[in-house]
């Protein structure tokens, strides 16, 4: 358990990394953008991109400190719908998994 922990808190100061990133470029947004419609274009897509992945980025890190939290309560490696322990290789692939398979395909997540 402590291995998965070591790996679910580096995962989290990425993901705080990352988060911090996207909210720093976004600061850099207010520069005018460029006179040139195609390239006004393109930077409003790549903008778009950006915060796309910001969302993607804080839901995930959402769901490293919430499998964090279970850890800390001892229950880290115990299915949070059915009660059943989660199958070691899921964690090992998932480190945030909360559910077991069969649950997690009920909950339409995987």
Known sequence: ?????DE?????????ERVDQY????LRQDEPLDRDMEEQA????NEDVIDA??????????Q????????????GDICERCGE?????????????????DCAELE???
């Open 8 to 16: 679910l808190e580096a995962l989290r100061d990425e993901l705080v």
């Open 85 to 101: 322990p989660i199958d070691p290789a899921r964690l090992e692939a998932l480190p945030y998994a909360t559910f077991c398979f």
């Open 53 to 62: 992945l910001e969302s993607e980025a804080e839901e995930e890190l959402q």
């Open 42 to 45: 393109i930077e409003l897509e």
């Open 64 to 75: 490293v400190l919430h499998a964090l939290e279970r850890i800390e309560e001892g229950e």
């Open 108 to 110: 339409g997540m995987r």
């Open 1 to 5: 358990m402590k291995e998965r922990q």
């Open 23 to 26: 909210k720093l470029h976004k």
